[in-house]
């Protein structure tokens, strides 16, 4: 069984960073290849001996006031329903969580938490249920749960339609993010080695164990009604809209890189369509009714070999720039690796290896890199539609996809961050102006609103002002006269989206993670979950938008909890090219007094947070994925009331770094509200349209948690979260709708 400590130790390394120009960032690259291949090398020396351990693989790492003014957009935010009579409650009024290192989880009293739809549960009956010793077959995850739950959306239905109020009944379609393989294939990580193969290939996985991996990853539309007695939910067996879309499903590519020469691959040499999504972390809604999930740590699926004298030298950086340098074997995972003699469908382990080794790109999988790293939309009431990746909204280690709220005839906006040590943020504004008439149209007026528009990224200034710098093919250099990536196209420009935003001079962020726009004020919030590189590498110095760097105790200087940062549109235009910030608040714990700027106490300290969520009343929800603090306390949710852009005050860091921090916390404005079971990560959040029931999600829970009867083997799950009393989440802060505390 791996222990916490370990699987805690390595998320803190396989952070993917390759920004920019730095060759502190390559280095740490090799230097980490280095690390496994010796680590799966162990002590033997042997040409070929197989290894059986218990090495944890990771997607994404944890390393490390009723008087604000109302957006009048508020009551026009499309697929997600209205408010209601419920307004924004005044103060949080349940009885904070405290502080836990336990196996199991807690949640504030008077509610209850259900652990539901585990991995490997099946979605559909003649398959037989999971078992502990994990015998089940690769092909049969098809049709059962995946691994790392991750974000989500509950689909209100009525009949066979989406209908953003109806909470009888919906469709839970939730995102499996990665695999922890050394707890899901019955003999664990296994690696036969070789040394002398090529260097990608000296750790070779079993075609089995690839299959099952690559099977538990992908989309899982899950089929939910209320159950009888009224309370919670419960799955419909055999539900024609129960599906698992997976990283072996085939993917439509549309946009502007769709049909270009830089996708095109042996698969489709039309480049027009791959095969899978991959690494889908954080989720949202579109506003006209469909999933958008997103693509983040696929660099880690794949390898690379020899092959640099095959590409021109802009390719070539451009494929450094997301971390695929030349011998790369991707991170534990080694797709590419099995023998080919094993493949059950074509080049079902080629495909994961992006070396150039044919005559040309329909030759090989070269491209099928360029592939990966977009946000994609999914229809979930149609079971037979294929996920559209959204090449318009740039490529890179997506986080999640929030809209601001639509109004008629304004354009549509989304806003990403992407999640790597010193990467941006970014925001994607329609060409098409929006029209309500389009609720429910499905991934046609995805067509419309995804697929022509402008991609901008952020440069937040030190005096607390910011500019969106957009990111269009001949405008702010992003031509051939730029020498290291030669811009010759839109194409080129969304693919290496993270090299033009380099060119516009984007601010490195400390790891965007989610991004949640407030129903009540319109501002805009984005996780930084933390960086160890901040003030520490030469290229990530202190700025006002991330101005913490320190040591604690013997662990390594930089920011290490993290903060949220939070802009309003200039004019609370949404599709404006410039706006005005502070960071609402600096995670910390409590007595790390120089640190807590935000004044943190027992009730609500935290620390890396990650998911992040308003609730349609305003409420702002704040999940944890930390490595920090977690001898205190293991990660969990926070329910928030943030204030405004610019309700607090001008402070200086203990690095020496001034900004502009919101109003302090308070039991009133922040209370911690669950916490995980040791080991894991809380992530994904959804709401249903009564707000009766929370769903949130327990990524790579530790100790046994989530095991079968009388098993060990821990699994990652859903946990239902209800009112005791059967009354909507929070109902002890709402004079009106209190029935019991
Ligand atoms: Fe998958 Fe950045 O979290
Ligand atoms: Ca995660
Ligand atoms: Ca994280
Ligand atoms: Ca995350």
């Known amino acids: 069984m791996t222990s916490l400590n370990n699987k805690q130790t390595l998320a803190h390394e396989v952070v993917e960073d390759s920004n920019p120009t730095d060759n502190i960032d390559f280095q740490t690259i090799i230097n980490r290849r280095m690390n496994r291949r010796s680590i799966l090398k162990g002590g033997t020396g042997l040409t070929a001996a197989a290894f059986f351990g218990a090495l944890p693989l990771v997607g994404c790492s944890d390393d490390d006031d009723s008087s604000l003014p109302v957006n009048p957009s508020n009551d026009n935010s499309a697929a997600i329903p209205a408010q209601g009579d419920l307004k924004r409650p005044e103060t949080l009024r349940f009885t904070a969580v405290p502080h836990s290192t336990a196996d199991t989880m807690s949640v504030a009293a008077g509610y209850k938490a259900e652990m539901i739809l585990p991995l490997g549960m099946p979605l559909i009956s003649g398959i037989e249920d999971w078992k502990d010793s994990r015998e089940q077959s690769a092909e049969s995850f098809e049709w059962r749960m995946g691994d790392n739950h991750d974000g989500m959306w509950f689909f209100g239905k009525k009949g066979n339609a989406y209908d953003a109020k109806a909470s009888e009944n919906g469709l839970l379609v939730m995102n499996h993010e990665y695999v922890n393989s050394s707890e899901l294939s019955p003999f664990g990580y296994h690696v036969i080695q070789d040394s002398n193969a090529a260097p990608i290939f000296q750790n070779r996985r079993l075609a089995s164990d690839v299959r099952r991996e690559v099977n538990c990853h992908g989309v899982a539309v899950v089929e939910m009604r209320r159950r009888s007695d009224g309370m919670g939910y419960e799955m419909v067996p055999n539900s024609k809209y129960n599906r698992r879309i997976t990283s072996s499903t085939t993917a439509q590519l549309t946009g502007p890189v769709a049909g270009s020469d830089l996708v095109k691959t042996k698969f489709d040499p039309t480049g027009f369509q791959t095969r899978g999504i991959n690494n889908n972390c954080g989720a949202g809604l579109s506003p006209w009714g469909t999933y958008l999930t997103t693509e983040e740590n696929f660099l880690g699926v794949f390898g690379r070999g020899r092959d640099a004298d095959q590409l021109n030298a802009g390719h070539n950086y451009g494929r450094e720039r997301y971390g695929a340098i030349e011998d790369f074997p991707g991170w534990e995972y080694l797709w590419h690796t099995p023998d080919a003699k094993d493949a059950a469908i074509p080049d079902e382990f080629s495909r994961w290896d992006m070396t150039a080794v044919g005559a040309g790109a329909a030759d090989d999988y070269r491209h099928a890199f360029n592939t990966f790293g977009y946000i994609t939309e999914i229809d979930p009431f149609d079971q037979h539609s294929i996920p559209q990746k959204r090449t318009a909204l740039g490529r890179f280690a997506h986080e999640n996809c929030a809209y601001a709220p639509v109004e008629q005839g304004k354009p549509v906006v989304f806003y ?143 920011n290490d909890n993290g903060h949220i940062i939070r802009w309003a549109e200039a ?36 620390s890396s947070p990650d998911g992040l969520y308003f609730d349609p009343r305003g409420v702002l929800w704040i999940q944890t994925d930390d490595g920090a603090y977690t001898d205190t306390s293991s990660c969990m949710l926070l329910a928030a009331l943030p204030g405004k852009v610019s309700d607090g005050s001008l402070m200086t860091t203990s690095a020496g770094q001034q900004t502009r921090v919101g109003m302090p916390a308070s039991n009133d404005n922040i209370k911690r509200f669950f916490v995980g079971p040791e080991g894991c990560e809380v992530t994904g959040i959804t709401m249903t349209p009564d707000f009766k029931t929370l769903f949130i999600n ?39 709708v209190t029935t019991s505390t």
Not at 592 to 599: D, K, P, V
Request: charged share 20%; aromatic share 10%; no cysteine.
């Open 416 to 558: 990403m961050g992407d999640d790597a040590r010193g990467e941006y943020i970014y925001k994607f504004v329609s060409k098409a102006t929006w029209s309500n008439a389009d609720i429910g149209g499905g991934l046609k007026v995805g067509n419309k609103y995804l697929d022509d528009g402008t991609l901008y990224v952020a440069i937040f200034n030190e005096d607390g002002s910011g500019v969106w710098k957009a990111l269009v093919h001949g405008q702010n250099g992003l031509d051939t006269s730029n020498n290291v990536l030669p811009f010759h196209g839109q194409d080129e420009v969304l693919v290496f989206a993270r090299a033009a935003a380099d060119v516009v001079g984007a601010t490195k962020m400390d790891r965007p993670e989610w991004v949640s726009v407030s129903p009540i004020t319109g501002e805009v919030y984005v996780t930084l979950t933390n960086n160890k590189y901040r003030g520490v590498s030469d290229d990530q110095p202190l700025s006002a938008s991330n101005p913490r760097s320190y040591q604690v105790g013997d662990k390594a200087r930089g």
């Open 698 to 736: 327990i990524q790579h829970p530790g100790n046994s948690w989530g095991a079968v009867a009388g098993g060990s083997t821990p699994r990652s799950a859903t946990v239902m979260i209800t009112r005791e009393d059967g009354d909507v989440i929070l109902a002890e802060s709402f004079d009106t």
């Open 571 to 606: 004019g609370g235009d949404h599709a404006a090219t410039s706006f005005e910030w502070d960071i609402y608040l600096f995670a910390s714990p409590s007595d790390l007094s120089a640190e807590n700027l935000s004044q943190l106490n027992d009730s609500n300290d935290l």
